[in-house]
């Protein structure tokens, strides 16, 4: 998979206007799922949300650049490891969509029929490697 510009373009637009997006991309995530908040109580530095939104983007930019071998690496591994916390594998889809939800808001009207689609694609992508 590659490609993708539009995707990336997107991603410098989110850190351009809103920086770091750790709490906000968790307190979506703990809105939408209150009881994963539990599982971050020893975090109380944020260091481990942070590395783990770190990752995620990298494996996103990874699937829309190409050729999404560290993704598949990343996504299936810490598949197996996040079994050990009891997470859900459809979890793994609710972070991609929230972070991209984060960038399309950030985006604003700067978000394109481009940028859907990329995003679109490249969320299918990490939902096969997610629950492969």
């Not at 351009?16 to 703990?30: K, Q, S, W």
């Amino acid at each position: 998979m590659a490609g993708y510009p539009a995707l990336t373009d997107s991603l410098g637009l989110l850190s351009e206007r809103a920086g770091d997006v750790t709490g906000l991309v968790y307190a979506r995530l703990f809105a939408a799922h209150p009881e994963l908040e539990d599982l971050f109580l020893m975090d109380t530095d944020g260091g481990v949300r942070g590395s783990m939104l770190a990752q995620a983007f990298e494996c996103l930019m990874d699937l829309a650049e190409g050729p999404g071998t560290l993704a598949e690496t990343v996504i299936r591994s810490e598949r197996v490891n996040h079994d050990t916390y009891d997470v859900p594998a459809g979890m793994f889809q609710v972070f991609f969509n929230i972070i991209r939800d984060v960038t399309k808001d950030a985006a604003s009207h700067d978000w394109s029929p481009e940028a859907e689609d990329a995003w679109a694609l490249t969320l299918a992508e990490a939902e096969r490697l997610s629950v492969s």
